[in-house]
């Protein structure tokens, strides 16, 4: 993309080796607490340069603060941040070159778009000409020429986000913090924005923590992703990790469409005994002695319907249920089907239509599926 | 037809409401329904005690200025001609140096009480919007009106009493081996007599302003570089600069027309121009002379408040002008 993107990122093709300063992170062992809440519990992992990961979880559990701290906006109780080699929690805000997208924005009011993008490089004592030239790359990097002159309350909200962007980028810091900009957003222009994210830092090679409680957005833009619940990370990998490997309960429910059966662990590994004795067969995972607590992630899209009367085939898992809600909604068909023995429903989705349409609601089916295809994990 | 309406205590405990009501029984009684009421008269009905208000108010500044353009007798005690001796007695004949004198040391005072207000008003009104403590809040908003609880007299004596020469000042300066000194007759024993209401006021009208100001803002600007002090200068000074244009207005405004303070803790050797006005109205009897006093100090405020409103809009001005030409340089 463009030369204008390669002047931004300083000549340095996207996934190379930075000279010198890089955007490495290390976060070792973060603590804050307000009072009697730990915000932030003891939280270490380290971040490659030019990586894209998403700090990943519910509201209140602690991905603000985690993130306010790389900043220095708040102080940590206990444990160190590096960036690029050099530790940074003692530095204040304002000479740790970071550049962060606040969720409200922040954009100056009395400022125009110009003069909004230009704050950081007046910060920096740039000299005009240079300025000039910077503030209209960074307008050029996120595809915005020809509005500098206007009012940041005389353009779009997309627009916006944009200028929000600009203006973090413009000085070229190392490291991009993203706090859930786009979550005011509506569902399009937030796809929008997220897809110009991975566009971005494609571009520029920076490295970026971006934070959000969408565990869709987290699985669309990221290299890597952490999870965490109040204030302790529960599990961080790469998104296909996160996905098809959930360490917890807790992860698997959060990311994606999720089933979870809750058993114990019988037969050396091999099977899992559900309520009433039902048993289902294990995928090999055999991580989890006999005998343990254990749930069984199932997710939706993996969950395949079949009549009630059809054989099924040896390598499969099956539980008998009957279909209690169709929602066709778009690019899948969601099923609710009730499994009596276990006294609960499962979700299953299919993306395939005329298999959707062989199963109206009230219809007996057996939910089938690939051992290997459920995760196991401790409860 | 009973009207009902006409006895609603809500409506009588509101004037301008029971006018529009009697002008609707007025239409009923009078053109059976069939008149209807123009829009103007109902929004003159809704404004009638302001309009009032202000004819007062205006009738008497005519009142004043009428006076002010005549010479007085002063052997028949009545007015003279229509002339602008008063005026040149204050300002410019020969002799007017007094009262030259006496409008400066008001003026002055005045700027610097209005200055010292803004530059304290500032934190107190950051501190009160931006605590976290409830009870901070409530006991900073409390100290902001109990000033105004006192009444003149009352806190211009409590100040004699700690910038006396038997008092708190005069026993510093003494355990200091100073000496017995005394505050009372300084401009700086007004001008603190002055702050202790004006930082209030000046505080309580910058509240808005200030809490319109996001915190997010501040550690924007922190992030993209700029240190506290640049942040509050590039920042927090611009979004705040309305609130302190009105705050000043009114802070200046009240210092100018100040009586108590500057008569009791001036120790009636630094007048301001109300007291002057007072003894040339009530001690000489002039009121011609009077009235163009006070007139001369309405237009001091008056035009000081203009200039203030004028320099915050010329300051903006320029301001997107400079923003627009650098914009407009880069789009070439
Ligand atoms: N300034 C603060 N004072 C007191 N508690 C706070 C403060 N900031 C955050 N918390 C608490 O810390 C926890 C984590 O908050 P936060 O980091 O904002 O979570 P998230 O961004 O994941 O929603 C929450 O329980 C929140 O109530
Ligand atoms: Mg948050």
């Known amino acids: ?182 979550a005011a957003l509506d569902a399009k222009l937030r796809e929008e924005m997220q897809l110009e994210i991975i566009r971005l830092h494609h571009d520029l090679g920076i490295t970026i923590v971006n934070v959000t409680h969408d565990q869709k957005e987290a699985l669309t833009i990221s290299d890597r992703v952490a999870v965490m619940s109040e204030g302790r990370l529960r599990q961080i990998g790469t998104t296909v990790e996160i996905y098809q490997r959930p360490n917890s309960a807790f992860v698997a429910g959060f990311v994606g469409t999720t089933n979870l059966l809750h058993g114990a662990v019988a037969a050396g590994g091999e099977i899992l005994v559900l309520a009433d004795s039902i048993r289902v067969p294990l995928g090999g995972d055999k991580r989890l002695a006999p005998g343990a607590a254990a749930a069984l992630v199932l997710r939706a899209e993996r969950l395949t319907l079949m009549p009630a009367e059809a054989i099924i085939p040896a390598d499969l898992a099956s539980l008998p249920g009957m279909v209690r809600l169709r929602a066709f909604q778009g690019n899948t068909t969601l099923f609710e089907v009730e499994v009596v023995a276990l006294g609960r429903s499962l979700r299953a989705e299919t993306t395939s239509l005329s298999e959707a349409s062989r199963f109206p609601v009230g219809t007996a089916v057996s939910l089938t599926w690939r051992p290997q295809d459920a995760a196991l994990v401790p409860v | 037809m009973a009207m009902p309406d006409s006895a609603d205590p809500a409506v009588v405990a509101d004037p301008p409401a029971l006018f529009v009501r009697l002008l609707g029984i007025a239409d009923r009684v009078f053109g059976g329904g069939q008149i209807a009421m123009p829009a103007a008269l109902r929004i003159a009905g809704g404004l009638l005690p302001a309009i009032i208000m202000i004819g007062v108010l205006a009738w008497g500044l005519a009142l004043l200025f009428w006076y002010s353009i005549h010479s007085y007798d002063a052997f028949a005690d009545q007015s003279g001609p229509l002339s602008p001796i008063e005026y040149a007695t204050l300002l410019w004949a020969k002799g007017a140096g007094f009262y030259r004198t006496i409008l400066i040391r008001t003026v002055l005072l005045s700027l610097l009480t209005t200055l010292a207000a803004l530059v304290l008003a500032i934190p107190v009104a950051t501190l009160i919007i931006r605590t976290r403590s409830n009870l901070l809040r409530i006991t900073g908003l409390t100290l902001c009106l109990v000033p105004f609880l006192m009444g003149d007299i009352v806190r211009a004596f409590g100040w004699l009493i700690l910038l006396g020469r038997e008092g708190l000042y005069g026993w510093l300066s003494q355990s200091l081996g100073l000496g017995q000194r005394t505050l009372i007759g300084s401009a700086l024993g007004i001008w603190l007599g002055s702050l202790q209401t004006i930082v209030p006021v000046a505080a309580l009208i910058l509240l808005p302003a200030v809490r319109r100001i996001d915190p997010d803002l501040e550690q924007a600007a922190a992030t993209l570089g700029a240190a506290r002090w640049r942040c509050f200068v590039l920042v927090n000074l611009p979004l705040m600069a309305p609130g302190l244009v009105s705050a000043g207005i009114v802070a200046f405004a009240l210092t100018m027309t100040q009586y108590a303070i500057p008569d009791i803790l001036g120790g009636g050797l630094l007048p301001f121009a109300a007291n002057t006005i007072q003894n040339v109205f009530f001690t000489e009897g002039n009121i011609y002379l009077g009235s163009a006093l006070a007139v001369v100090t309405l237009a001091v405020v008056l035009l000081t408040a203009m200039v203030f409103a004028l320099g915050l809009g010329l300051l903006r001005r320029w301001r997107a002008g400079v923003q627009r030409r650098q914009a407009v340089e880069i789009a070439l």
Request: proline residues 6%.
């Open chain 1, 1 to 182: 993309m463009g030369a204008s993107a390669d002047i931004l990122a300083g000549s340095v093709p996207p996934g190379a080796a930075r000279p010198g300063g890089d955007g490495r992170i290390r976060i070792a062992g973060i603590s804050q607490r307000f009072g009697d809440v730990r915000a932030v519990d003891d939280v270490s992992f380290d971040i490659e340069s030019g990586e894209l990961l998403t700090l990943l979880g519910p509201s209140g559990s602690g991905k603000t603060s985690l993130l306010r701290m790389i900043a220095g906006l708040a102080k940590p109780d206990a444990g160190e941040i590096w960036v690029g080699g050099q530790r940074i929690d003692q530095l204040p805000t304002h000479r740790r070159n970071i550049g962060m997208v606040f969720q409200s924005l922040a954009l100056f009011p009395h400022l125009s778009v110009f003069g909004n993008i230009a704050f950081p490089l007046w910060m920096r004592r740039c000299g005009k000409r240079e300025t000039a030239a910077r503030v209209r790359e960074a307008l050029e990097v996120v595809r915005l020429p020809q509005i500098a002159a206007r009012r940041v309350d005389e353009i779009s909200g997309g627009q916006r986000q944009r200028v929000a962007l600009a203006r973090a980028l413009v000085y070229r810091p190392k490291l991009l913090l993203l706090d859930e900009p786009f």
